[in-house]
T-cell receptor, first 111, second 109 residues
Framework: DTAVSQTPKYLVTQMGNDKSIKCEQN?????MYWYKQDSKKFLKIMFS???????INETVPNRFSPKSPDKAHLNLHINSLELGDSAVYFC??????????FGEGSWLTVV | KNEVEQSPQNLTAQEGEFITINCSYS?????LHWLQQHPGGGIVSLFM???GKKKHGRLIATINIQEKHSSLHITASHPRDSAVYIC???????????FGTGTRLQVFP
């Protein structure tokens, strides 16, 4: 069973569309994260939730909105997609401050 | 200048060689992580360190808190070790993970 699973793995969409990436973890962790990996392969935190509460909110456009319906899920919704949003988005989870487990990544291409 | 610097950026080796990847950081940290990203893109956590040394199979990670430096060693390297190795530190001030830009390792048979 996959510990951190995110869907879809690949997403190609047009500028201006709204899309969501879903993430689920079955590890019982209390903290979940969204990271963005740009074309230069540099990883950067976007959001972090601990027990469904937002604890880290980096300076990302308001078009990005995370939603955590419960401790096991952290979904990422993106409105009005732009070309620059093309990247790989990684979901991850951990017990706060401990080893982080990453999902397989979601490759988003905006055309 | 990045808060987390890795060297080298790219590394090629022959199978069986001993490999060292270095990570230096400039912020106060509560922990340091070594991650492995395979060509397929998935990221795996290799180690989390706050002091000393950890060993897992052919991989060894060390950290020197005073010098703000960590090393990842691979003994008896193998082509399947080919991947990008990423150092990340958890800032003690912000609790955020700050990532290095990664070291791309290629091991040839």
């Amino acid at each position: 069973d996959t510990a951190v699973s995110q869907t879809p793995k690949y997403l190609v969409t047009q500028m201006g569309n709204d899309k969501s990436i879903k993430c689920e973890q079955n590890l019982g962790h209390d903290t979940m994260y969204w990271y963005k990996q740009d074309s230069k392969k540099f990883l950067k935190i976007m959001f972090s939730y601990n027990n469904k509460e937002l604890i880290i909110n980096e300076t990302v456009p308001n078009r990005f909105s995370p939603k955590s319906p419960d401790k096991a899920h952290l979904n990422l919704h993106i409105n009005s997609l732009e070309l620059g949003d093309s990247a790989v988005y990684f979901c991850a989870s951990s017990f706060l401050g401990n080893t982080i487990y990453f999902g397989e990544g979601s490759w988003l291409t905006v055309v | 200048k990045n808060e987390v610097e890795q060297s080298p950026q790219n590394l090629t080796a022959q199978e069986g060689e001993f490999i060292t990847i270095n990570c230096s950081y400039s912020v106060g940290i509560s922990a340091l992580h070594w991650l492995q990203q395979h060509p397929g893109g998935g990221i795996v956590s290799l180690f989390m360190l706050s002091s000393g040394k950890k060993k897992h199979g052919r991989l060894i990670a060390t950290i020197n808190i005073q010098e703000k430096h960590s090393s990842l060693h691979i003994t008896a390297s193998h082509p399947r070790d080919s991947a990008v190795y990423i150092c990340a530190v958890r800032s003690i001030d912000t609790d955020k993970l700050i990532f290095g830009t990664g070291t791309r390792l290629q091991v040839f048979p």
